[in-house]
């Protein structure tokens, strides 16, 4: 098999010389251009807000070039789309906590691509592809997540699959107020209850899934 | 401290309102205070941050998939199919080859079932003694019994090694059968010996051999020093490569 080295960095190559059994030729990834860059700042808010426009428009942004990078480097349309998600809830939780710091990167777009990409590379780094030795060579984006956010992600993990066992009625109340972000008011509204009743019932609901959390 | 207790209404109001940056700055800092003295508060705090984010996680996840069908589909040529078409490319190119080949010579194999004819065999004399045991073998060949004319044949051929007779029937019995290998050396035995009576037909049975075998080109001189009556035909179709 050939291998265009010229694509590669010094490191890697070294790495490929050394072992003849390499099944993954890394293309790199170019970065997106979007046609239109709006005010970060804006869109950065409107995604904390979930806006569904803003989310959306990030979405399909960067999903061609983050597929194109994954199937040029061993992975399938399916595998890309998993691992787009993944990174794309990742971004968005980031977001969510404050973490995302607009100033110190190039913007919204090329982060989720990064850390697409980065995904996609410790996927391959996995048990699944131990003959791809080299790879450990490979330069990658500093965003390791410390100890402290793996017990999180674990938790969120944990919150997401009580919530599905929840009921119907208490998964609506609380994904209009806290995903949705409507009033109670609103909620109330749509429900055909008091906003008294509204209320009340968001509280039972969270308590709910409070227990089912902890009962563990 | 019980962390798992239920968290009273009003302070769960409160702890929303800190999170969602909804209150005042004198009360932000009024709540950071309490919270810095009053473990449980800090708790109950982070336990909701989470449980928060986990609630707005496990929507938007059901909305990837929404999104996702937003994307126009422009059909990827990846790695791996690329590898196929090229596979496919590769194996269309060798087979258009393979048959090229194969047409080629066919024609040496058509050649052979257009003008192949089993040697009618000789008259029989059943009266002579000394000839019984070939006599009678070769009535089974006429009979198209090639395979106990054989048997008999190569019993003969044993005992009297180097009779161009048996040795020319012996490979038109076998070509009868079809098996021209076998035929071949039998016929080429007899043209050992440039005077023998089957000389001709057994260097046109050579030639026609030779075709059965796809080797046109080794079959063309012994079909010229034949003299079939289609020898000339022949000639013509191979020479025509």
Known sequence: MNINTSLISGQISEGLQKNPYILVLIQPMTPQTAAHEPDSSEQLYAIKMNDETALKALYTDNYQQVEKYVVQNNGSPDEARDIYQEAFIAVWRNIQLNRFDARGRSSLNAYLCQVARNKWLDHLRSARYKRTSALQNEES?????????????????AIKINIRQLGGLCKEVLTRFYYRRESLRTISEGMNWTEATARNNKYRCLQKLRELINKK | MNHDSPIPHEELDAIERFLKNEMSPTE??????????????????????????????????????????????????????RRWLVAAAVIAVAGSAVIYFFNGHRSAEQTFAAY?????????????????????????????????????????????????TLQYFIGSAYLALGNAKNAAPYFREVLADSSSAFASDASWYLGLSLLRLDDPTAAIPFIQ????????????????K
């Open chain 1, 141 to 157: 984006v500093a965003d390791e997540a410390p100890a402290s956010e793996d017990e999180e992600q674990k938790r969120l993990d």
């Open chain 2, 28 to 81: 932000t800092m009024a709540f950071q205070n309490r919270m810095q003295a009053d473990d449980l508060l800090r708790a109950r705090v982070s336990e909701m941050r989470l449980l928060i984010i986990g609630i707005q996680e496990s929507a938007i996840s059901e909305r990837l998939n929404d999104f996702h069908k937003g994307i126009t589909q422009r059909p990827i040529l990846n790695m791996r199919f």
């Open chain 2, 116 to 164: 192949y004819q089993p040697d009618p065999g000789l008259i029989s004399s059943m009266g002579a003694a000394d000839n019984y045991d070939f006599d009678r073998a070769m009535v089974d060949y006429k009979k198209g019994d090639y395979n106990k004319s054989l048997n008999a044949w190569h019993e003969l051929n044993k005992r009297q090694p180097g009779n161009d």
């Open chain 2, 225 to 240: 020093r034949s003299v079939h009556p289609a020898r000339n035909e022949v000639l013509q179709k191979l020479e025509k």
